[in-house]
């Protein structure tokens, strides 16, 4: 059995009674995969943020750039992979697009969820002057809504 397989028949092992009435399996295992990558994502920028970067700003020379934007472009490329793999393995298998469509058009989605955590980051911590962790935290429930939107109906479009 594969760890996708293996994986799925242990989600679906909590899709019991009271979830059944009030949301699609598809859309449980959505969260379930999109929660477990988000609390990957969390941990490993607190981690970065508060224990592996040193300093407050960092000079390429030809731009500088602060410690919560440097956490945020190292987990980037982290939670892109294992975020495709769960979701085109568990929520959306069976898309019809194919892995070379699919996995263009979650780059794009992906892209975009970047864009609005850079613009939040910016706003949450230097602006209103929110701890970046926690920032970084309420950034990522704001893109839940249109990340799960984008995927559902355009990158994994058709998917079972």
């Not at 028949?9 to 379930?32: E, H, N, S, W």
């Not at 898309?95 to 970047?114: E, F, I, M, N, Q």
Request: glycine share 8%.
């Amino acid at each position: 059995m594969k760890l996708a397989e293996k994986i799925t028949k242990l989600i679906d092992l909590f899709y019991v009674k009271p979830l059944r009435g009030v949301m699609p399996l598809q859309t449980f295992r959505y969260a379930v995969c999109g929660g477990g990558n988000l609390v990957i994502n969390w941990l490993l920028y607190a981690l970065l943020y508060d224990v592996v970067l040193g300093f407050d700003y960092l000079n390429l020379g030809f731009v500088y750039i602060s410690r919560h934007i440097a956490a945020l472009a190292v987990t980037f490329p982290v939670t892109l992979f294992t975020g495709y793999w769960l979701q085109s393995r568990i929520s959306f298998k069976g898309s019809p697009l194919g892995d070379r469509v699919s996995s263009v058009r979650y780059l794009v989605t992906t892209l975009g969820s970047l864009a609005i955590n850079y613009v939040c980051l910016k706003i949450f911590v230097e602006w209103v002057g929110l701890y970046a962790p926690l920032a970084q935290v309420i950034t990522s429930l704001i893109t839940i809504v249109y990340s799960y939107l984008l995927q559902k109906y355009w990158t994994f479009r058709g998917a079972k």
